[in-house]
Every structure is written in structure tokens, then in C-alpha cells.
């Protein structure tokens, strides 16, 4: 490659990357839309009951061997215990997760489309020994399933 097309890939790259800089900057690249909605009183709860009112607007659960968990009962690390979550209920809303003994329960609430299958796989950190909880809501009323993990540790304290 001769010097000049060196010179000339150059001064494009550099005025490529200042213009992103520039762009950057001025808050013209921030994905706005894209970002997730964040509930402060849901989040900011401290018990399983509030959380589930703030998030989901009810804590009237309805146990239900539709809705199952899949976590190892003995975790290997509390900081990151695999939960899998699926249901067999239709017309899924929405998901939540909560670990009881946390100080902020809410693990998350996450929103199916109407395409996509209602089932999760995620990875939350669980300070002691607690319940871990999943919550569906369909139809407007909430089903959920618990399953006590033990932790030995990597917990929160």
C-alpha cells in the first residue's frame, strides 16, 4: 500500500472517530428508548409482599404446579445461584423473582411478548438460606412456586 492511501485512511479513521466523540458528547448516541423501566418502589422494597404490591399490584399468590423452578438446592456460590423458570399457564403477563431473605427481594420483572415462550434462565445472588420465588401473572391473577436453596457461600454477608 503506498504512503499516500496510508495518509488518507488515516485522516478518515480520525475524522470518523472525532465525530462519534463529538456525537458521544453531545448525548446524541444514548439509546433512550431502549431502556428498561425502572420501578423504585418495587426495587426498594424490603419484604416479598411489598414488592410483589408495587411491582405487579397484588400479593394474593395462588400456588400452582404449572409454574416450576429449576435450582440446585445446594449452590456452589450464593453470588450466583442458576435459576430456570417455565410454565405450562397461557397468556403469560408477566415473570417475577424474589429471593425472601434478601434485604431488597426483587430479583427482577420481566415482560413476555405475546410469541415468546413464558420461560426464563438467569442467575441471582442469594445472601443466606432463603426461598427463592417465582411469580406468573396471567389473567390477572398471580401463580407462583417456591424452592428453599441452601447457601454455604459467596452470600451477600
Not at 472525532?18 to 428508548?33: C, E, K, Q
Not at 417465582?134 to 457461600?153: D, N, R
Amino acid at each position: 500500500m503506498k504512503t499516500d492511501m496510508k495518509r488518507r485512511l488515516f485522516l478518515k479513521a480520525s475524522l470518523a472517530t472525532g465525530a462519534v466523540g463529538i456525537a458521544a458528547g453531545a448525548g446524541l448516541l444514548t439509546p433512550r428508548s431502549v431502556l428498561a423501566a425502572w420501578n423504585t418502589a418495587a426495587f426498594g422494597a424490603e419484604s416479598v409482599a411489598d414488592a410483589l404490591k408495587a411491582g405487579m399490584g397484588s400479593d394474593a399468590l395462588t400456588d400452582s404446579a404449572e409454574v416450576m423452578l429449576d435450582i440446585p438446592k445446594n449452590p456452589e456460590n450464593g453470588a450466583v445461584v442458576p435459576v430456570a423458570v417455565t410454565t405450562t399457564l397461557s397468556g403469560v403477563e408477566s415473570i417475577a423473582l424474589l429471593v425472601d431473605k434478601n434485604v431488597k427481594p426483587l430479583c427482577g420483572i420481566f415482560y413476555p411478548g405475546k410469541r415468546m415462550k413464558p420461560a426464563m434462565s438467569i442467575r441471582v445472588k442469594v445472601g443466606e438460606s432463603a426461598n427463592i420465588i417465582a411469580v406468573m401473572k396471567s389473567g390477572g391473577k398471580l401463580y407462583s412456586a417456591k424452592q428453599a436453596v441452601t447457601v454455604t457461600i459467596g452470600g451477600c454477608g
